[in-house]
């Protein structure tokens, strides 16, 4: 079976500083990667996702993810963070055969002045 | 472009009255979900269905109803609710299992006391 597992519960950053959200996964087959952002009171969008090919993959709101298959990892990065990019943080896998997603707990993000 | 519509998006109950969540996408998808998220939990799959009256348990199916009749239409029921019920549940829906994106509705809060 697969697990995620997201690392930092919470996570502060300034303004304009570098952030990285770790996530990583267990599974015994080929996976499907995803991060979703959940704004207050608000359904999860799709940041980015990994399915095949290269390894760095680039999302919304200036957001990139790097799958590392042998460390089984999809960490999400931003080279500089604003305000509004604070938001709660969901890393989530699906099996190639799977119907549904399995979603870690979560990460908060909170970008400070 | 509506995508998914959940309603109510707030709503109080007793313990042990009954009350039905509505879901409807306009996407075609054949794939929907309910979800519930939990502080600090991440999203627990409650039912899921790969098409009109076709439906599956997930992770957390207890206490829960759900039916397909209609590719547009997966509503939850339950039926007796109870304070562990308390949560924010989450519709989603996609075109494909496993390497597609999941569009999610903006939530139904739902808090019995």
């Known amino acids: 079976a697969q697990s995620v597992t997201q690392l930092d519960s919470q996570v502060p950053v300034f303004e304009e500083a570098p952030v990285e959200l770790r996530c990583n996964y267990s599974?015994?087959?080929?996976?499907?990667l995803f991060w979703y952002v959940q704004y207050p009171n608000q359904g999860l969008q799709l940041l980015l996702k990994?399915?095949?090919?290269?390894?760095l993959v680039k999302g919304i709101n200036g957001f990139e993810a790097e799958f590392n298959k042998s460390q089984t990892s999809f960490h999400l990065r931003k080279p500089s963070d604003h305000i509004s990019d604070t938001a709660e943080y969901f890393c989530?896998?699906?099996?190639?055969?799977?119907?549904?997603?399995?979603f870690g707990k979560g990460t908060s993000l909170l970008v400070t002045p | 472009n509506a995508g998914v519509t959940q309603t109510p998006k707030f709503r109080i109950l007793k313990i042990g009255q009954s009350m039905t969540l509505q879901c409807t996408q306009d996407?075609?998808?054949?794939?929907m979900y309910w979800y519930r998220q939990d502080p600090g939990m991440g999203l627990k799959l409650i039912y899921y269905?790969?098409?009109?009256?076709?439906?599956d348990k997930g992770e957390v199916p207890n206490g829960y109803n759900v039916s397909r009749s209609t590719t547009e239409d997966f509503p939850l029921r339950l039926e007796l609710a109870a304070p562990s019920q308390t949560s924010v549940y989450f519709c989603?829906?996609?075109?494909?299992?496993?390497?597609?994106?999941?569009?999610f509705g903006d939530g139904t809060r739902l808090s019995i006391l």
């Open positions: 989603a829906s996609t075109s494909s299992r496993g390497f597609q994106p999941q569009h």
């Open positions: 599974s015994s087959v080929s996976v499907y």
């Open positions: 990994y399915l095949s090919g290269s390894t």
């Open positions: 989530a896998v699906s099996e190639n055969s799977g119907y549904a997603l399995n």
């Open positions: 996407m075609n998808h054949n794939y």
């Open positions: 269905s790969v098409g009109a009256g076709i439906t």
